[in-house]
């Protein structure tokens, strides 16, 4: 008896243990690393915010830019995962705040406070931006961001592929989903829109021949057309004809290079690892028009440098930000060709990238200025989300188009209320 | 029971220790209170108290990218939360999330139990076997789970073994119907959870004196089901009991298998998901994220109750 009573005590005192480290575990685990190093000797530092760039060297190019100034000590903070939104809109309300951080231009944050203007710094080279991106950065005559780089987005093809298949380039969006449907085999999967397919609904909504807001800023997405694109993409959807659940979502071109899907969506970006594996065996079209009438599609996506209007030391983040985004030409001709391809928005640089001239590269840019268009600063990220969730409820879940758009118009309007009454 | 009473006999009587020091005063132990209790209380305002307050305040508050408002609403928020749907859906998602796991969760463990509590060797390896997934984190293994068991393409390993018998592929997490999200979901916490719940029961299992089962023999009971469930589950009722609770506790603040497996959809989210996309995600609205905690709060708050009232927790000793 004895004997098995010390036993037993022992398995609780084990278990008793066992769950006291378990729960100091999760203590210890909300312990702080911000990974902000300190100061240098001046005791200048700046902390900036990247998104993690999928492209090799891009996060070394980064780090080693920021060395080179001479003003501060920098410190680059590259979020990895999906939530970059997430993380950095935390990360402003806090102490932590980055002082520079990269993100799209919306509204939200100006309205908020969020962002400083950076008039001062971009008007004496205004002129050598694309027109298109300070347009999309300027609220009430100030502009509030420094494009680095515009990254379009649209179809890349195995050129191959559809020759076996006698399909010709899709010149509609029916015709894309019969072009799925033949390009589809038990090994190849005709199409790959993204693991969710939120990354066209722009393009989808441009290709039908709406846009997301009109010029009074007021929904523009809710109509017929839309709806009925959307009913074709849910057709899609179910058809079986889609790459679904990859391993890698559409900003990755693994799914192409791989041979997993014939067409895929996916941004110039990705252009050199998709050249490099596949050759000549590489075509690229723009997202085509879902509606008679409209025309086909490309989406300007990109990225620009925000000065935190709240950050400890914003002057000194403006200068940075001037001196890398304006002042540094080579490095931003650099950034914008040496790793994945995008289009650079000083005039002055895409003038003289030979990277861009010929070939597959030069037909992206046509598609860029032929078909592109650029974000809405007007159009934030609630409503992002909402139009998301359209396509979320439309396409994978199987609900009536008119009435996820509903859902949307809802969502929407009491943010257009909050923001322009 | 005869252990007990073994115990009791060689206790040392309960000596007056106290009064054999005497300077330990009242001011002593209130000292000592303080010393004890202060960090811990301290933690608890500073860490629950000033944000649950907080978050109340915010609730009535238009605070969208800032959690120092100043726009007073009044009840629009909780209007909003109970109004568009999402947050009662969350709530809806997470029953069904519970009904499932809670049951299954209970049923593996306890027969994880009694598997390894009958091993003659090896029964240290496999504790230990079953035990491991329990220090695996839920975002490596949701990843896991995600890009190589169930990811949607050809060699994927569930699509893999589906092929073999000429199964299409099934994208598992794309497609909400047929929801097979689910089953990448239960099998994930599943595989993470039940083997710590096996050590729960398997030292109550250990627990249960060797005598009952002779006096059941000797009264003709058969060995097996009829064993099991006149005599083992019986016993077990304290440890199941228990089991279930954390089990409804763990299943409450599911997060990290919902959040890394389902991307950009209106489904699968439960309460905790839906409020970080509606406070912290990328809508950062502090003011109707508050009020969903807020009811959230009024939920559990009611819940607990009735189960204290129903299962008779809180109630001392003396009222048995």
Sequence with gaps: ?421 | MSTTTTRDVTRPAPAKVSKAKPRRGVRGSTFNFWLFTGPFLLGLVIFVYIPIGWSLWLSFFEARYTVTPNTFVGFDNYKQMLTNGDFVGALGTFTVFAIIIVPITWALSLGLALMVHRLRFMKAFFRSVFFLPTACSFVAASLIWKMSIFSGVRFGLANTILGWFGVENIAWLANPSPPWYWLVIVTVRLWLQAGFYMILFLAALQNIPPELYEAAAIDGAKPGWQTFRHITLPQLRATSTAVVLLLLVAAYQAFDEFFNLLAKTTWGRPPLVELYYTALGEDQDYGAGSAGAMILTVLICTVTLLQGKFMGFGRGDETK
Excluded at chain 1, 58 to 70: C, G, P, W
Excluded at chain 1, 201 to 207: G, H, K, P, S
Excluded at chain 1, 393 to 421: H, I, M, S, Y
Aim: charged share 20%; glycine share 8%; aromatic share 10%.
């Design chain 1, 1 to 421: 008896m004895s004997a098995m009573s010390s036993n037993n005590w022992d398995r609780r005192s084990i278990l008793r243990a066992t769950m006291g480290l378990a729960a100091a575990g999760g203590l210890a685990a909300c312990g702080g690393n911000t990974g902000r190093s300190e100061g240098g000797a001046s005791g200048k530092a700046l902390t900036q915010y990247f998104h993690a760039y999928g492209e090799a060297g891009t996060q070394e190019a980064i780090k080693r830019y920021a060395k080179d100034f001479d003003g501060a000590n920098v410190a680059t903070q590259w979020i990895t995962g999906s939530n970059f939104e997430s993380k950095l809109f935390s990360a402003l309300l806090t102490g932590n705040a980055p002082d520079v951080f990269e993100f799209h231009p919306q509204l939200q944050l100006i309205k908020s406070g969020q962002v400083a203007p950076l008039d001062d710094i971009i008007n004496p080279v205004k002129d050598d931006f694309n027109p298109a991106d300070i347009k999309s950065h300027t609220v009430d005559g100030k502009i509030y961001g420094v494009r680095m780089i515009d990254d379009p987005q649209f179809f890349f093809y195995r050129k191959s592929m559809l020759e076996k298949a006698g399909v010709d380039v899709p010149q509609t969006l029916e015709e894309l989903a019969e072009a799925a449907d033949k390009l589809t085999t038990d090994k190849v999967k005709g199409l790959f829109l993204g693991n969710n397919m939120v990354s066209t609904n722009y393009a989808l909504v441009w290709a039908a021949g709406a846009d997301q807001l009109n010029a009074s800023n007021e929904i523009a997405y809710h109509t017929d057309e839309v709806a009925a694109a959307l009913r074709l993409y849910r057709k899609m959807f179910t058809s079986g004809h889609l790459l679904l659940d990859a391993p890698a979502d559409y900003w990755d071109p693994s799914a192409l290079v791989q041979g997993l899907t014939a067409i895929q969506w996916c941004g110039m970006w990705a252009m050199p690892v998709m050249q490099k594996a596949l050759g000549d065996d590489l075509g690229i079209f723009p997202f085509p028009a879902a509606a008679s009438g409209a025309k086909p599609a490309v989406y300007n996506g990109g990225w620009s440098m925000f000065v935190n209007a709240k950050g400890k030391n914003v002057d000194l983040a403006k200068e940075y930000v001037k001196w890398l985004w304006i002042d540094q030409k080579k490095y931003q001709e650099d950034w914008a060709l040496s790793y994945g391809f995008h289009v650079p928005p000083r005039v002055s640089i895409a003038e003289s990238a030979d990277k861009l001239k010929s070939g597959l590269p030069a037909e992206g840019v046509k598609l860029f200025t032929d078909y592109g268009r650029f974000d809405n600063i007007n159009w934030t990220q609630a409503m992002i989300t909402a139009l998301e969730e359209v396509i979320a409820d439309a396409v994978r879940k199987g609900v009536d188009p008119q009435k996820a758009l509903d859902t949307a118009d809802k969502k929407v309007n009491r943010e257009l209320k909050k923001l322009f009454g």
